[in-house]
Every structure is written in C-alpha cells, then in structure tokens.
C-alpha cells in the first residue's frame, strides 16, 4: 500500500494545511495509507483527533513521516534538510515557485524525487478542480477587503440616519484576475461604490457584471499570456497608466492592488506621486507585496504610513487569512490532483507524460528536470 504524509507547515506565516480531515477519507478510500504529522490543523481549526476519526496515523515528527512516504504533499516548498529526509522516487506535491528558485528544482532532480508545482497546474476547464492558485485567490480578494474594512475608520455602505445621511466609500481594485473580481464582488456586497482597472480591455463586461464601473485607459496594444495573466507593459504605458490611476486613486477610501505577474516581480503602480494625492486615512492593500510589491514602500507583515496619512499594508500570507476555508479549499485541489493521475487497479500514481495537466506541472523526476521550461534553467 503506498504511503502519503502530510507534514505540520513550518514557515511561521502559514496558518493553512495540505490535507484536512474530509480529503484523509477520500485518499483512504483510493487506497493511499494516510499519516500526518502532530498538530497539522491547528492553524486551521482541525486537531488532531479529528484526523485520526477520519483514519489518518498520527506521526510524532516529519522526520518519521518522511522516512517511509512515497507522497508528500504539503503547502509550502521544502527546505534542503527536508528534502535530505525524502527517499529517491518519492513524489512531492506543493507550491515550490520554480522560476524563482532554479537550486531547489535541481536539488529535487539530483535526489532523483519526482516533484509537481501547484502553481504551475493549467488554468483550463479540465483542470479547474485542482486549480490551487485560483481557489486561493479567491479566498485572498475576500480578504482584502475583510482587512481593508477592519483597519479603516468608516463604514463601507450609505446609511440614512436621523442625524444625517452617510455616503458610501469608494473602492478602487487594479488588476481584475480571480482575486480582484473577488474584492469587486465583496466590496460591493457591503455596500461600497467600486471602480477597477485592468490592462485588459477584455475583463469590462465582467466588473461591469458585479456593478463596478471600469476604468478605461488606452494604452494601445495589450493582453494576456496563455494562463490568463496580463502581459508586461511598456514604460511609456506604465507612465500613461499612473496617471490615470492616480485620479481613482484620489479619490478611493481603499485601493487593492492586485497585479502580479507570473514568475516575475510584481511591478510598481503605485508610487509616491500617486501616494501623495490619496485622502488621508486612506488604505491601500498591496496583494502582491511578497512577490515584490505593487506601491512604493510596501513591505511584508507591515502596515507603513506616508507622510500624507495613507496607511499601506502588505499582507502576508493573505490566502491563508481565513485559514480553515482555505485549507477546505487547497486539500481539495490536491485531493483532485491526485485522484486524476491515480490508478486503483494498480494502487498507484500514474505519470501520464502524454496528459497536459501533466506536462504543466511536473516539474523532476528520475533525476531529471523534465519541465521544458526549466530544463536550461
């Protein structure tokens, strides 16, 4: 029977988990033994007992888990040590954001470890259900607003009162993938009046479907990469770009950047021009501050105040700010994953090189990088 162990996350941001409870009796029933390591849920409001209620063995440390896994599945990338602990032949399956990291994609190939990044899975129809990227973002666009309404010092609807009537704030989303459509959508519902942007002509239909005004820029010829990423602009159409920017921004009580760019840094849209013009007190949620940052100054786990009194926060790990959905969510995109590629008769994972799922995201295996675009990496 082969073994599939989930380890306790131990970069001290992730509050989110690989597996759950629930995704432990479906692996079981594929026939997968399941172990866990102690303490695995806590972050995400699932103890230990409810794991072993659902069949899963309790392991005291993730040293005993790796020892004898022939999966591994966990968020976040692996350190080297861990990676020590793996027996050659063994899969693992996390985010391992391999454009950024080329020494951890040739130490996984060198210890001949077959490995799959959860980025990296196709945005196709097919491919929906194990999406993680997707279904985290759009956990993460809820969030922002969340975090944007709870640091702010006024309320987001209208409201008539006998003391007089108060209008509703404005909020500004850049950037309109998964979670920027998310925060247009939330926003909303608490009764805020929303305006977005997007260098992608193509997305109007869809804010103006959520009752948000589009903001149109012409910025000549744009558009987006095969997985639905805006494509990089030129200086001229980013220049052209704040400025127009700059107005929404003036006059929004929350702007939530959310645009990144796909094993890249995230660009600057947001400097200190536009900083200077926002109303005091404002709030500006930098969605891509780990990958760089969208606004000047931004910085990871910090709230920063300009000398103007906007008040920008870089969130981090801002999936995982409602960890018990979100690890719901991603235990079931690896659930899914696994359950595409695996073979009952043979009770085991089938590296089906002709699936295009497949070809997207396997990245090593038999001790060699096998994904065409790192292979020269």
């Known amino acids: 029977m082969k073994r599939l162990f989930a380890p306790r996350e131990s970069h001290p941001a992730e509050t989110r988990t690989a597996i759950v409870p629930a995704t432990v009796k479906k692996l079981k029933d594929l026939g997968l033994d399941v172990c866990v390591e102690t303490g695995i849920g806590l972050r995400s409001d699932f103890d230990d007992e409810a794991y072993q209620t659902a069949g899963a063995e309790i392991i005291p440390n993730s040293a005993a888990g790796y020892a004898t896994a022939d999966i591994v599945i966990r968020v976040r990338k692996p350190q080297a040590a861990e990676l020590d602990a793996l027996r050659p032949g063994t899969l693992h399956i996390s985010f391992l954001d391999p454009f950024n990291e080329p020494q951890l994609i040739a130490d996984l190939a060198k210890r001949e470890l077959a490995s799959i990044s959860m980025e990296m899975i196709p945005r196709s129809t097919l491919a929906q259900k194990m999406d993680a990227l997707s279904s985290q973002a759009n956990l993460a666009g809820y969030a922002a607003v969340i975090m944007a309404t709870d640091r702010m010092r006024k309320i987001l609807p209208m409201m008539m009162t006998p003391a007089g009537t108060i209008s509703p704030a404005r909020v500004f989303v850049i950037g309109v993938g998964v979670a920027g459509l998310q925060a247009i959508a939330t926003a909303k519902r608490l009764g805020a009046r929303v305006e977005a942007f997007d260098t992608r002509p193509v997305v109007e239909d869809q804010v103006k479907s959520l009752g948000a005004k589009f903001i149109k820029v012409d910025l000549g010829t744009t558009g987006q990469t ?63 501050v ?88």
């Open 290 to 377: 780990e990958s760089g940052g969208n606004v000047v100054g931004s910085k990871i786990g910090e709230e920063i105040v300009t000398p103007h009194g906007v008040r920008v926060i870089g969130p981090e790990n801002l999936e995982g700010y409602f960890p018990k959905d979100a690890s719901l969510m991603l235990a079931s995109n690896f659930y899914n994953l696994i359950e595409h590629f695996w073979d009952r008769e043979a009770q085991n994972f089938q590296f089906r090189e002709e699936d295009e799922i497949l070809q997207g995201c396997l990245i090593t295996r038999g001790g060699e990088i096998v994904h065409t675009r790192f292979k020269d990496a």
């Open 226 to 288: 095969d997985q639905g990423y805006a494509q990089a602009l030129s200086p001229e159409q980013m220049e052209k770009q704040r400025q127009e920017m700059a107005k929404a921004c003036a006059r929004a009580d929350i702007v939530i950047t959310t645009a990144k760019l796909f094993g890249r840094k995230a660009p600057v849209i947001l400097d200190e021009g536009v900083l200077a013009q926002m109303q005091n007190g404002s709030i500006v949620i930098d969605f891509a």
